[in-house]
């Protein structure tokens, strides 16, 4: 990590305590606020927050019951988490707008974020985020092995019902932004053929109609993690939209 200022504490939020990591200060920019994907918590975008602090406050967060947060007994659907992200910035006296990135699942509850308080959002990256017709348009063209595979790992906070239902709410409320949006797909993903690496390239730009100013991003070397893979490519995006 880079010398930016950095600081690690919990938050009270409804009944549990939420584990949040702030680099950097809040200046007059917007504030990165970075979800991470399905069992993923802030430990996946570490490497990248000290880059991003040079400019601007990042905040980094454990969802419920994973990394250093304790567990919510409310069901783990999107609105619910994205719920509980907004009172956690507001006891932080964390002031919008915020700049939301959100990875795989997390890039669901980032869209959802922007979909309900719109006024608090300056921007949102979505990278490789889950499509919201994804079991319906993409599973089934997988092999058998990989599908059950898939829902197999649905153990380690919301249940695969539950992640069904937030797919459901993000397209049942979903309505077009005026924000710059940036879509960052994957372009090496693993155990794809060519014809599905081509699917998942033509649903990730179909989520640039969320907004009427939307940028489509190909991460031509990575896999799922693009910030792990090139972290630049991430970074770059934020940036721009900071």
Not at 115 to 144: C, H, N, Q, W
Request: glycine share 4%; aromatic share 10%.
């Amino acid at each position: 990590m880079s010398d930016c200022l950095f600081e690690e504490k919990y938050v009270k939020v409804k009944h549990f305590n939420i584990c949040v990591k702030v680099f950097g200060e809040q200046k007059w920019k917007p504030t990165v606020v970075m979800d991470a994907g399905y069992g993923d918590y802030s430990k996946t975008w570490e490497n990248i927050a000290p880059v991003i602090a040079e400019e601007t406050g990042v905040i980094l967060y454990d969802r419920a019951g994973l990394g250093n947060s304790e567990k919510s007994s409310t069901p783990r659907t999107s609105d619910n988490m994205v719920d509980e992200l907004k009172e956690m910035l507001t006891e932080m006296n964390i002031h919008p707008p915020y700049l939301l990135v959100g990875h795989s699942f997390g890039g669901v509850n980032m869209r959802l974020f922007a979909t309900k308080y719109p006024e608090k959002v300056s921007g949102l990256i979505l990278v490789d985020s889950t499509p919201e017709d994804y079991r319906e348009d993409f599973l089934p063209t997988m092999p058998a092995e990989f599908q059950k595979a898939y829902k197999d790992q649905f153990v380690y906070e919301s249940n695969y019902k539950e992640f069904i239902e937030s797919l459901k709410l993000v397209k049942k409320s979903r309505k077009q932004l005026n924000i710059p949006l940036a879509v960052i797909a994957a372009g090496k993903k693993a155990h794809y053929s060519a014809s599905s690496q081509q699917l998942w390239n033509n649903m990730q730009k179909e989520l640039l109609t969320i907004s009427t100013n939307s940028r489509f991003i190909l991460a031509e070397n990575s896999a799922h993690y693009i910030q792990y893979d090139e972290p630049m490519v991430v970074v770059e995006a934020i940036k721009r939209l900071i």
